[in-house]
């Protein structure tokens, strides 16, 4: 230490302890070469005093790893470092003499003399001129990175990127599970991802203060954020995400891991989804997967995702896995979730929610998928219903209701309300009494189609009205009343639109999210079954002009909107009124924004979307051919057409008068 009294050169470090501008020889004489060192010398811990100047380009120079302190020498042993400390202490006795300093500040620089530094030096303070500091990386090699540091950006069977956040520790499969290869081994230098690079500056609010990304959280973004951002609230079965997170950590879900790195990936077109769904295949091909539950939503995940990038056959054997696993494991047994929720009530929570979402997904998929059967649909089971999804994520979760409590509520003195998860299940159980209507003989479809229409019309009749709007007064969407409010409106498209007028033959075109093939039915009243289908549709329709981003609702939305589309195609083709055919019109096109929007996410939207917009254009040109038929054969002689010329260029002021005792009537 300098004597008492000494007058050393300081600053101050925001954030950090005054430092002096000297440097302890004693300190640089142990730890001459950083290169090699696993901490920073720049840690206050470490003793290192940093340069006495607080200028912008000085601090620079610290953020980026070149010290802006004095530089320690080459070489010199301990008793060259006893004496230059000797020496400098005799000089700080002369106020005169400045103490030299590694970076000289620019006018002492550019006039090579000797600058004591500081925020501003003694020299610049004298002739009165500004004091400023360029970085200086003499002598100086930088922090080397150790081995885990410089993988860092490539870990994760997920790659670094592997969705899951660095900061909070989480390995996602970069380690074996079963001694197995680690897939970021596998995959080629062109493969190899880092988390995505984001500028320091867009890290930092104007304030200086930490700014989150588009997912909500500190750092760079990742698949896993994404999946609980765009994903996760359609489909709430699994944990939520600090829970899941921890599990991954933890080893106990490998195949789970994957499946939500393939679903978060497909919502950031930087991240390839290939690599997940490699891994995903190879393991299941292998059963190289542990057989629990963890598996089962790992399963269900790919299936639904699959489906989403137009791999309907996969799609259909790997839902057909997910099955047959649930039922081995006794999913539908309300004790599963007692003996396997570790006296954890969110837990608990997940597995039912894991069981309702293998049946809601069976139904679904049934309806769009033609190599899927409605398997659950006769699976008896006793699981208790799940809450609502902000007590779920809490973890205050209530003892929940029975289904049986579901069925009786229509007959208690008060209209009970029930989790928009309980109305998804009961429109879901709807959606199979319409596939069984379709299975039934003639003699009894009549009165068969009449039951099954009025199951459909007492979910919406008892509807709380805290259910009969999907969006809350704060603008958020219930994902889960959405999807239940969109299985109804399917399902009534499906049960009626064969017993309309609405033909299949102009829209035949369209063979995606609908069944091929189909044909109208021998039937009554064919005018009921038509007004039905379009206020479905309409209802659709209704849907998609909600409030937020498309992208929040389920995949399967692509499949009804498809179903829209259709009924408002054949409408168009040959039964719209005059007068309505702009309106008609309108409602083609939300249903081609829908999936045009959807098409840079999926793949199955942008397949459906060239096929909708096929079967449009020949509808188009279908029109116009007809119109310019039908007008080119009337007799240029005939009164009709002599009426139409002529009223074209007649004022409508002259007839105005005329008109309005027509309107009021």
């Known amino acids: 230490m300098p004597p008492s009294g000494t007058a050393m050169p300081s600053q101050t ?15 640089w004489g142990h730890h001459q070469d950083f290169s090699d060192s696993t901490t920073s010398p720049l840690s206050p811990s470490r003793g290192l005093y940093l340069s006495p100047t607080t200028s912008t380009t000085t601090q620079s120079s610290y953020n980026d790893g070149t010290p802006p302190a004095q530089t320690p020498q080459a070489g010199g042993s301990r008793k060259d470092s ?3 400390q000797n020496n400098n202490q005799k000089q700080s006795n002369n ?14 620089r ?16 004298t002739d009165n001129v500004d004091c400023t500091y360029i970085k200086s990386r003499r002598g100086w090699k930088g922090k080397r990175k150790n081995k885990e540091e410089s993988s860092a950006p490539a870990t994760l069977n997920g790659l670094t990127e592997a969705g899951v956040p660095i900061n909070n520790g989480l390995s996602s499969p970069e380690y074996p599970y079963n001694g197995e290869v680690p897939l970021m081994n596998q995959l080629g230098p062109t493969h190899t991802l880092g988390v995505l690079p984001v500028a320091p500056s867009a890290q930092l609010n104007l304030d200086g203060g930490a700014r989150l990304n588009r997912f909500g959280h500190l750092g760079p973004e990742t698949v896993v954020q994404a999946f609980y951002h765009y994903f996760y609230n359609s489909h709430p079965f699994c944990l939520p995400q600090p829970r899941i997170l921890a599990i991954f950590k933890e080893r106990r879900a490998p195949l789970l891991e994957y499946a939500v790195q393939f679903i978060g990936s497909s919502y950031m077109p930087a991240v390839p989804t290939a690599m997940y769904k490699e891994a995903l295949d190879r393991h299941i091909d292998n059963g190289n997967y542990p057989r629990d539950a963890w598996s089962v939503q790992a399963l269900l995940l790919f299936a639904i995702g699959l489906h989403a990038h137009n791999e309907v056959p996969r799609a259909a054997q790997v839902f057909t896995i997910a099955q047959a696993l649930t039922l081995e494991l006794g999913l539908n047994r309300m004790e599963f979730a007692l003996m396997h929720g570790e006296n954890d009530a969110q837990l608990e929570e997940s597995w039912r929610r894991t069981w309702w979402s293998m049946f809601t997904t069976n139904g679904m998929m049934t309806a769009v998928n033609p190599g899927v059967q409605f398997r659950l649909k006769d699976v008896p089971t006793n699981v208790m219903l799940p809450c609502e999804n902000m007590q779920y994520f809490s973890g205050h979760i209530p003892y929940p209701s029975t289904l049986q409590d579901y069925d009786d509520s229509a007959f208690l003195s008060s209209l009970a309300t029930f989790s928009s998860f309980a109305y998804l299940i009961d429109a879901i159980r709807i959606l199979g009494k319409v596939f069984d209507c379709a299975r039934l003989d003639s003699t009894f479809e009549y009165h068969a189609v009449d039951v099954v229409d009025q199951y459909l019309c007492n979910w919406r009749l008892h509807l709380p009205s805290s259910k009969l709007e999907v969006v809350s007064n704060d603008g958020v969407v219930d994902e889960v009343l959405f999807q239940a409010h969109m299985v109804n409106a399917g399902s009534t498209i499906m049960l009626h639109r064969p017993r309309s007028n609405l033909g299949f033959g102009r829209v035949e075109g369209v063979n995606i999210c609908v069944q091929p093939g189909q044909v109208l039915l021998p039937t009554q009243t064919r005018e009921i079954h038509t007004a039905k289908c379009l206020t479905s549709a309409e209802n659709i329709s209704s849907l998609i002009r909600l409030p937020g981003e498309l992208l929040y609702h389920t995949p399967f939305f692509t499949c009804v909107v498809v179903m829209a589309s259709v009924v408002h195609l054949s409408y168009w083709s040959f039964l719209v009124p005059d007068g309505q055919d702009d309106i008609i019109k309108q409602s083609i096109r939300l ?3 829908t999936l045009q929007q959807y098409s840079n996410t999926w793949p199955i939207a942008n397949v459906v979307l060239g096929q909708v917009r096929g079967v449009a254009h020949t509808l188009f040109n279908s029109k116009k051919a007809m119109s ?7 007799d240029h002689n005939d009164l009709i057409r002599n009426v139409i010329e002529e ?4 004022p409508t002021q002259q007839y105005a008068q005329l008109i309005a005792p027509m309107l009021k009537s």
Do not use: E, Y
């Open 591 to 593: 249903d081609v924004g």
């Open 628 to 634: 310019i038929h039908l007008w080119s054969n009337i």
């Open 82 to 84: 006893m004496n230059s």
């Open 647 to 650: 009223g074209s260029s007649v």
């Open 110 to 125: 550019s006039r090579h003399l000797k600058c004591d530094g500081g925020v501003r030096c003694s020299r610049c303070r």
């Open 95 to 108: 106020d005169q003499v400045r103490a030299s300093v590694a970076v000289a500040c620019v006018p002492c």
């Open 13 to 27: 470090i925001p954030g950090a302890p005054p430092v002096s501008a000297g440097v302890d020889p004693t300190f």
